[in-house]
């Protein structure tokens, strides 16, 4: 496994823990995967194709339909 990969199953497992917790942070999250706010938006966005906000906010929305 890569270390883009590693981070992006960090970065799933932390958003799944803290879905509902709307006060959490891109800083929090990143800090959870030990990098900074950059290098984490540029490996999910690499990985997933699109921002974490976004895929945050995608997998909110598919949850409530």
Do not use: I
Request: hydrophobic residues 45%; charged residues 30%; proline residues 2%.
């Amino acid at each position: 496994m890569s270390a883009a990969t590693d981070t992006f199953v960090t970065f799933v497992d932390t958003l799944a823990d803290r879905l509902d917790d709307h006060e959490a942070t891109g800083e929090q999250l990143a800090a959870r995967a030990y990098l900074s706010r950059f290098h984490f938006d540029r490996v999910v966005a690499a990985t997933a194709g699109e921002t974490p906000a976004r895929f945050r906010r995608r997998v909110l929305l598919e949850r409530s339909a």
